[in-house]
């Protein structure tokens, strides 16, 4: 007769609960984290590199008195107008590029799956580099909807430090001055830079990185190292766009500094700038903007993969095979 183990009367085995793990976000919600996490990258990038781009240009629009580099640049802002001259626009600078980084991150990560969508993971992959330019500048044209008034009120502020004590009184006097056109006389000037720009920065950041985790896999890195080759593909990718460019931020600060003669069209200002400037002269402060946007692009791309690492926005939208 076979025996049994009598169990205490009341007493429960405890039970085995496993850790669930935290669902990821999808749809709204995970696009919505791209956005914030690109918004805030952007605005404390370009906002705490504000007296670089002072001084960057200042040396565009006034080549003849800002002759000696980025240094001497500093000194004499510093000199003739204070130390408080150096944070001129900081104002607009962080409100519109809060607005630019989120239709920028968020709408690339979303133009992305849109093409995995239309295409095929398959196909989509295979042509990950046309891919990567496509969404970038459409990313890059609804970005700069959101930006173009806040950069033109930045532009002026820095270039006529009387013009207006900071970002609201600026931005009601070029209301009430020039009225809406004049928040968009370089939406031209401001693609032309801004999607090459952009284009250059994606494509080049994941080559980089791409061709970095060939060799050493992304899940045996710890998140500090993955934050240092998000830093070190950043600095490429921000000198490579900073190059492409050059001579439209050259044009867009010139076309910005003050508005156009009565009739003149934007493409006729375009033109007599581009004229003016030449070659050697488009590229008027290039060594400032190598360092402004090496920092800034390397600063993005480490702080928006953290906060996305922060946010459980791990879902990215990855190509790469």
């Known amino acids: 007769m076979a025996s049994t183990t009598p169990r205490s009367p009341g007493l429960a085995l405890p039970a085995v609960v496993s850790a669930k793990a935290p669902e990821r976000p999808t749809g709204l919600s995970l696009y919505s984290r791209f956005a914030f996490a690109g918004a805030v990258c952007c605005a404390v990038t370009h906002g705490a ?3 670089v781009d002072v001084v960057k240009t200042r040396i565009q629009l006034d080549p003849k008195t800002y002759n000696n580099g980025m ?12 130390a408080a001259a150096l944070l001129t626009g900081v104002g607009p600078t962080f409100a519109g590029y809060f607005l630019q980084g ?5 709408g690339y990560e979303f133009f992305k799956q849109q093409s995995i969508n239309i295409l095929g993971y398959e196909t989509a992959s295979n042509n990950r580099t046309a891919v990567y330019l496509a969404s970038s500048a459409l990313a890059e044209f ?14 002026r502020l820095v270039s ?3 013009f207006a004590n900071g970002l609201l009184s600026g931005f009601g006097k070029i209301a009430k001055n020039e009225g809406f056109a004049g928040f968009y006389s370089g ?14 920065k994606f494509v080049v950041y994941e080559k980089v990185a791409e061709a970095f985790y060939a060799q050493v896999p992304k899940s045996s890195l710890s998140d500090g190292a993955q934050t240092g080759v998000n830093l070190g593909a950043g600095l490429i990718a921000g000198f490579a766009a900073a190059l492409v460019s050059q001579p439209a931020d050259t044009m867009l600060s010139k076309i910005n500094k003050t508005k156009g003669a009565p009739g003149e069209s934007t493409t006729s200002r375009l033109i007599s700038i581009a004229r003016e400037l030449g070659i050697r002269g488009s590229y008027t402060g290039i060594g400032a903007r190598l360092f402004l946007v090496g920092l800034i692009t ?3 791309f480490s702080i928006y993969g953290d906060i996305k690492k922060a946010m459980n926005a791990t879902g990215g939208v990855e190509l790469a095979k």
């Open 49 to 51: 590199l504000t007296p």
């Open 71 to 82: 240094i001497g640049g500093f000194r004499k802002v510093v000199a003739s107008e204070g």
């Open 102 to 106: 989120a239709f920028k991150f968020g």
């Open 142 to 155: 609804f970005a700069d909807i959101a930006l173009c008034p806040l950069e033109a009120t930045r532009i």
């Open 160 to 162: 006529e430090p009387t």
């Open 187 to 200: 939406f031209g000037p401001i693609l032309f830079k801004q999607v090459p720009y952009t284009m250059a």
């Open 298 to 300: 390397a600063g993005q």
